[in-house]
Structures are given as C-alpha cells and as structure tokens.
C-alpha cells in the first residue's frame, strides 16, 4: 500500500467557485478522457516497462557497489532529461549535506550532477575532486549533445593526464543508446564501461533508467525499492480507466481542463519538503518539454502547453505568494506534502513574558511548516485561486518512486487530451542544430548560416551604457 494520496478538492467550484471545474465540465471531458486512456494504454511506452526491469537494477547495483568501494567523487555529466533525475532523487532521498558527511555516515562517494558547462563551474568542480578517486558517468540518450560530450572531453582529458591513457579508462562509465549514437561506438571501440538506456526511452522519462539509477545506487539509495513504488503505481493506473480511480489520469483531466477550460495556463509545483525540491525541477522540464508543442497530431498550429513553475514551501510563502494570492487567475498551484519527517526538531519554550514569541516553544518545526501548508492551502482556496496537493506519507525510496511515475502517467495520459505528440522534443532539437552549426559539426554547415544570417548586428533597438 502506497499511501499517497492526490486530493483535488480545491479545483472543484464548490470550493473555488468561478475558477473551479464544475461536474458538467468533468462530464463533457468523459469520452476524451476514455479516449485517452485507452490510447496509452495500447501505446507500446518504453517508460512503462522500467519499474518491472529489476534485472537492469540487479546489474546497476552490482556496478554501483564497485564504484562505491573505489572512489570517493561520482561525477554525473548529463544535461536536461539525463541529469534532472538524478538531482531529483539524490535530493529526495539521500541526507540533506550528503557531501558535507563524514564516510561512513555517508554511504558512498560525493556526488556532483552539474548538468551545465559553465566554464567557471566545471573548473571548480574539477578543484574539488581527487581524480586519483572519481568516477565520471557520461549520461546522453543521444550520444551526441553537444554540452555532454564537451564535458566528457574536458574530463577524459583531465583524466589521461592524471592517471595516463590506459588507467584512465576505468574512471569512466558511458549511459547511452544501446545500439545508436557515436558514444556507443566509442564505448565499443574503446573499452569504457557501459549502461543501456533503451530507445523508447526519451530523456526525460528516464528516470527510472540506468540513467538515474547508477547514481542512486552509487550514493545508497535503495533502487530496487525505488522501482517497487513506481511499479505498484503503475499497476494502479492499469487497474482503472475511471477519472475517480486512477490518479494519474485524474490528474491530467484536471490539470487539462484548469488549462483549456479555467484559463489557468500556468501550474506551480510547490513541495513543502526541503527534500521534494527537485522533484518540481525535474516535473518542470517532464511537463514542459512533453506538452509543449507548436502543431497537434494532424499537423494543426496549436501552441499547446502549460508553464510549470517551481516554488517552495515555506520559503517562497516570503518571495512569490502575494502574486499567488492577489495577482491574476492564470495560476494553479500543486502541493506536495509529507505527513512525516525524518527527524522531528522542538522548539525549546522561553521567554514566557512575550507573547510573541512564547507560543511557538514546546511545538516543533514539523507542526509549524505543517501549519503553514495547511494556511496557504486556505488561504488560496478562499482567495479563489485552485490548488491541489499530492500528500505522501514520507519521502522514502517506494513514495518517491510511485510520485516520479505518477507524474510521468500524468504527462502521458494529458499528451493525449491535447492530442500532441509527448514524446518528442523538435524546439529542442532545433536548438541543439543551430549549436552544431556554429560549433563547426559536419552536416550543420546551413544551420550555421541561418544564425549568422539571423544574428546580423543591429544598434537599432539596443542600449549601451
Ligand atoms: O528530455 C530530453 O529529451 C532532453 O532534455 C534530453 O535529455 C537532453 O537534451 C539531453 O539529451 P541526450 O540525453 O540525448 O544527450
């Protein structure tokens, strides 16, 4: 049993008035709905098939406990869809200073997911490890992502330099297509340790890969429970086609019609967990990149898509919540909550003579950012502004694992009310061609001359100071 629980009350007019879904509209939605459902369902989705793949997490573990007994820095070199996992569940899941911890209590190397190529960023992380003992994991679907495969180039450098040509090898572990990709070659032809991700796994619902197990597993996450959870979610959504049944689909359905019927065409995830932080940047990307999308299925221009953003709870509560309250009705704001902490922290009485003070000794900083969840929450509701709140019972290997996957479903089943295709990314690849072009790869030479062409001087517009 799961445990979590994915309340949508305050979307509902009854509670939000004007701004909430009404049953009628819920109705209307029912043969789309089905619709889509059944779509997924008959679609062969490579993600679905990753929470059963307990074989590839026997395999990842087995890797992972030598790389732990030989290094103490873990590198992950990835970007976008093969990095944002794996900040997601390092933060979730393993101690909040992880790489402040003396080893042991640390269960593993330090980890480091930079997931950018900065030049100062990527100069300082290689002062701060000792590449005697690091072990550098290239993450690219692709094999061919420019920002990647420069880092891997920046690092292997370092590497040979350090440890020479040969010994250089062993620090190196690539995460790539199975068959395609230039990376793949070179993994062949050069010996590097390697790790699948299949090819009908696009980077952003590959979490639950070798992309974002090694690292898990690397730093003592408990993978195969990871993989329980996202499982029995996935059985859930297979058990029911009924909106009121499977949350997943009750949640695109929601969202779908918050967008596309209440004008809300913005969704902010606002975990109030410290260690749910990532999950909303991870979220962001799944939901921006999956349904953002400037044709429909028959080739339409719809400009389809809601803005995710990301806030949290309570800190954001002093930054980005009066707009939330007071500013314009484009807004829904999705929850995420713990019902228990790892550790429960008091807050010692004193000063009895202030009022203002002493009423916060003798309960604890696990009631208070509670408290002001449970205020915001109403204090949205009553301002009209629809919200809703997936409530876990802790965040641990199995709820963490059954949220990512939820969340996935989610973005599968809404992909299909949109009737847009989830899978793919055609803006991002235009970026990452125009980057080519200019980078000087062979077969962008046109690419090259249409940003040169685009980006002539012009002072027109422009204001030096
Ligand atoms: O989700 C996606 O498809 C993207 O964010 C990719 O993960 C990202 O662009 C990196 O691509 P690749 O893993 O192919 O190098």
């Not at 190397?109 to 690091?134: G, H, M, Q, S, W």
């Not at 979220?283 to 921006?288: D, G, T």
């Not at 061609?433 to 062409?453: C, D, I, P, S, W």
Request: aromatic share 8%.
């Amino acid at each position: 049993m799961l445990n979590l629980r994915y309340d949508f009350n305050n979307l509902m007019a009854e509670r939000v008035g004007e701004h909430g879904v009404t049953d009628a509209e819920l109705r209307a939605l029912g043969p789309k709905l089905a619709a889509a459902a059944d779509a997924v369902e008959k679609s062969p989705l490579g993600f679905r098939k990753l929470p059963h793949n307990t074989k590839l997490a026997d395999e990842v573990a087995l890797l992972a406990g030598e790389i732990q007994a030989r290094c103490d820095s873990f590198v992950v070199v990835g970007i976008g869809g093969s990095a944002l996992g794996n900040i997601a569940l390092h933060s979730a899941l393993n101690h909040p200073e992880y790489n402040q911890l003396p080893r042991p209590p640390r269960r593993g190397p330090r980890l480091f997911v930079p997931d950018n190529i900065d030049p100062d960023r990527i100069a300082a992380l290689l002062e701060v490890v000792d590449l005697d003992n690091t072990v550098f994991n290239v993450v690219t679907k692709s094999g061919g992502t420019a920002e990647i495969i420069s880092e891997f180039l920046v690092f292997r450098d370092a590497l040979i330099k350090k440890l020479g040509p040969e010994r250089h090898v062993e620090r190196i572990v690539i995460t790539t297509d199975p068959e395609r990709g230039e990376l793949r070659e070179i993994v062949k032809r050069f010996g590097y340790a390697s790790l699948p991700i299949p090819s009908d796994v696009g980077g952003r619902f590959s979490v639950l890969s070798a992309v974002g197990l090694l690292s898990a597993a690397v730093t003592g996450i408990d993978i195969h429970k990871l993989l329980k959870g996202a499982a029995e979610m996935d059985a859930r959504c297979r058990k029911s086609k009924k909106l009121w049944e499977n949350p997943a689909l009750a949640g695109a359905a929601l969202h779908y019609l918050m967008d596309k019927a209440k004008g809300k065409n913005i969704q902010v995830m606002m975990p109030y967990a410290h260690a749910l932080r990532d999950v909303a940047d991870w979220f962001r990307q799944l939901w921006a990149e999956s349904l953002g999308k400037r044709v429909d299925r028959a080739g339409k221009t719809v400009h389809a898509g809601q803005t995710p953003e990301k806030a949290l709870g309570v800190t954001d509560q002093h930054s980005v919540l009066q707009l939330y309250l007071e500013g314009p009705f484009d807004k829904v704001v999705t929850f995420l909550t713990v019902e228990e902490f790892h550790t429960t922290v008091p807050v010692p009485p004193a000063f009895p003579n202030f009022e203002g003070v002493k009423y916060l000794g003798g309960h604890t900083l696990n009631e208070l950012i509670r408290a002001e969840q449970r205020g915001t929450e109403l204090a949205l509701t009553q301002s009209g502004k629809p919200n809703c709140a997936i409530r876990l019972p802790r965040a641990d290997e199995e709820t963490v694992g059954a949220l990512l996957y939820l969340l996935e479903m989610q973005t599968a089943y809404a992909g299909e009310l949109y009737n847009i295709n989830a899978f793919d990314q055609p803006g991002v690849e235009l970026g990452k061609n125009f980057t080519y072009g200019l980078m000087g790869r062979k077969g962008y030479e046109a690419k090259r001359r249409e940003v040169e062409q685009a980006s002539k001087p012009n002072s027109q517009w422009v204001v030096n100071t």
